[in-house]
Every structure is written in C-alpha cells, then in structure tokens.
C-alpha cells in the first residue's frame, strides 16, 4: 500500500511528532511504500503575522503542493497528524478533487479549544465546546494569551465548520480515547467517522520487565499545576514511602524548595533520563503517580509505558485517566484533588505487594491487548482498507 503521511512539526518536539515518526517506521517496517509531506513551525519566524494567519485558515500554498505531491507518489490514502498552522485544511480538499481518502487524527482538542487545552484560570474550561465561533477564548485570550492569536484560532475552525470541511472533506478521524471522543461529538464532529485507536509503544521488547516488588513509588510528568503536583506533595507530607520524580516544569524550583522546607528526605528528583533510563527506573517502581487535575489528558502515553512493565497505576478519576486505568484491576483511582485519598490508596497499595503485583500482571495484559505496534498495525490496516473500499 502507498501511505502519504502528513505532519506540520511544532517547536517544541511532542507526542503528536513521536506518533508521526513511530507510524512511519511502523509502516515502513511491513512492507508499505510511505512518503512524508512535512511542515516545520520554525519557518514561521520568517513569515509576516498576517501571513500566518492567512496560512492558518486557507493555505493555498498547502493545497497546490499537496495535489503536486499526491500527483507524484500517487497514494491510496492519506493520513494526517497535524496541519496547524502552516498546512491548514485546505490540503484535505487537494485529496478530494482526486478523490484520495483522508484520514486525521485527533491527538488534542483544538478543534473544540482554541488553546487545545481545555483549561483555564488553574481549572477545566470546556466552554467553547459546541460554541461556533469560540467566543469564550476568544474573550480571554486563551491561545499564547493573545485576543488576536485566539481569534486567528478560531476563525480556521469556525470557517471550515461554516464550510462543512469537518464533515465532508475528512472520511475518517482517529481518537485515542472514547471519552475523548465523545467531546468531539459534542464540539460538532460528526459521530460516525469518529474511530477509537488508541496511541501505542513503538517496541517495547527491550523494555525490562518488573522483576522487584517496587522500591519506590514513581512520577514522570510535566512539573505543572494542572498534573496534580501539589495534591501529590502534600499527599507526601505524611508518607514515608519513598518517591522519585521526573519532570521539568514551571513548578519545579517550588517543588524542591517546598521538599527541603519539610524536611521531605524520601523524595528524589531525578534530572533528565534516556529511553533506557527510564524503563530501568520504572522496572524498580511499585506504581506509578498519575494525579492530574482540573484538566482533561489527551492520552496517557506514561501510563501504557509502565503497563508494558507490568506496573499499576494510581490515577485521578476524571476523563481519560478513569478510561485507561481500572480501579481495583491495573489500579487505583482517587477524586482529583484530594490528597487524604490518595495517601489512603498509596498506603494500601504499598502495603500489599501481592494485590500490586496481581495489578501489574493485569495491566501487563491490558498492554499486550491494547497497546502494542502490532495490535495497532492491525486496528489500522483495518481502518484502511474500509475507507478505501467506501471510495470505490
């Protein structure tokens, strides 16, 4: 099969690039012939603002470069990761007048936030959902903090929504979540090309197996409000059970000082690891620390790492964490925010290394049934072929 897979890079690498290039390797790997149409954001530093903006909403030059790319690979699908801001949906209607499917993911939600975060003012925002346009952002100035930016944002989404581009020149989306799903169906995506297909790890054959009862309880996350981080410091102020943590953040000198304040000597920050680094740290973990609050994760990309090696999770019981982490089965789940019930879970799970080990076995077959290269390999070779076959 020809693949054209399409990306616009961020300036910051992130999860959506690391998808991008794993599906390509994937791809690849099994035999299809994969080209990539690319755009990078650092090339908006030699652009004008307006011209950015023309770019966001209709980038002609997208759309004749996409027909010239399609004309010369001649794929049988398209598959898109990003096109915010330079390649826009405009290059959806270049796979059109060919009449080429398009797929696109669904890895935040911009279409329904102008901001793609869904929070705001330290708390969960979700009153742009179905609101067309976002006018709420666009009041607060939700993107980079800017009115002009944020209507920029939302004047793409609102265009193409008047348009219908949304319904007719997309044939199918990829949530990794049904949650997620569901506010997309709420923020006027259309139900039935929604297909749940969650992210997955790449290769996980060298990643170690648990083979300890855990000498530490683990956090790997951004050191920002919204992941929960002082629910879990206080939590920490009456445990003794020792921590690692591994983040950067804007919280994070506060973090430290507030552990050398108290005296916290069980909590180890731990500087920045490798991709074997980090599965040598987690091997030696007894659970992971998932206490994200007042915000809605996308996925949990660190999550499904720690299941792969056959470790539980204690998570916040809200959105995408409830939907990934079963309470009592590769898990434990507590109110968001509340560091009393978490200090009950962590202390119940720490003291009973058998029901941890019995939710890491759990979680360890939640991965294999979910979450590996192949089984999503599968889930997408059978997307594709249904998509081919509704264009014939």
Not at 91 to 118: D, E, G, M, T, W
Not at 144 to 168: P, Y
Not at 200 to 208: F, K, L, M, N, V
């Amino acid at each position: 099969m020809r693949i054209l897979l399409v990306h616009n890079y961020y300036l910051q690498p992130g999860g959506e690039d690391t998808v991008f290039e794993s599906d390509a390797s994937l791809l690849r790997a099994k035999g299809h012939d994969v080209f990539e149409y690319i755009e990078k954001n650092e090339d908006i530093a030699t652009m004008s603002q307006g011209a950015v903006a023309v770019k966001t909403i209709w980038s002609q030059a997208s759309y004749k470069k996409m027909k010239r790319t399609i004309a010369e690979f001649d794929p049988d699908i398209v598959q898109f990761y990003n096109t915010f801001p330079l390649i826009s949906p405009s290059a959806y209607y270049a796979c059109k007048s060919v009449n080429v499917p398009v797929i696109q993911y669904l890895f935040n939600p911009r279409l329904i936030c102008p901001s793609a975060k869904l929070y705001r003012n330290q708390k969960l925002c979700v009153d742009c959902i179905g609101r067309i346009p976002a006018w709420p952002g666009i009041v607060h100035g939700c993107y980079h903090d800017s009115h002009l930016h944020t209507l920029i944002v939302s004047s793409m989404t609102a265009f193409h929504h008047m348009i219908k581009t949304w319904d007719k020149a997309v044939d199918v989306y990829l949530s990794a979540t049904e949650f997620y799903r569901g506010l997309y169906i709420k923020g006027g995506l259309p139900p039935e090309k929604i297909i749940i297909k969650p992210n997955y790890i790449s290769d996980a054959s060298g990643i170690p197996a648990q083979v300890s009862k855990g000498e530490y309880a683990l956090f790997v996350a951004r050191l920002d409000p919204e992941k929960g981080v002082k629910t879990m410091l206080n939590a920490w102020k009456s445990l003794s059970i020792p921590l690692k943590i591994r983040g950067n953040g804007q919280l994070e000198q506060a973090m430290r000082d507030f552990v050398l304040l108290n005296n916290m000597s069980n909590i180890d920050f731990v500087d920045r690891l490798d991709t074997n680094q980090l599965a040598n740290l987690r091997k030696k973990a007894r659970f992971l620390i998932w206490p994200s609050e007042g915000y809605y994760e996308t996925f949990g990309l660190v999550a499904v790492e720690c299941f792969a090696q056959g470790i539980p999770v204690i998570a916040s019981n809200i959105g995408v964490l409830s939907e990934i982490v079963k309470d009592g089965k590769t898990g434990l789940l507590f109110n968001p925010g509340d560091s009393d019930e978490l200090v009950e879970k962590v202390k119940w799970l720490w003291t009973h290394p058998e029901e941890s080990k019995r939710m890491g076995q759990n979680a360890r077959r939640e991965y294999e049934e979910k979450y590996t290269a192949e089984r999503n390999y599968q889930m997408l070779m059978d997307i594709y072929q249904k998509v081919i076959d509704n264009k014939k």
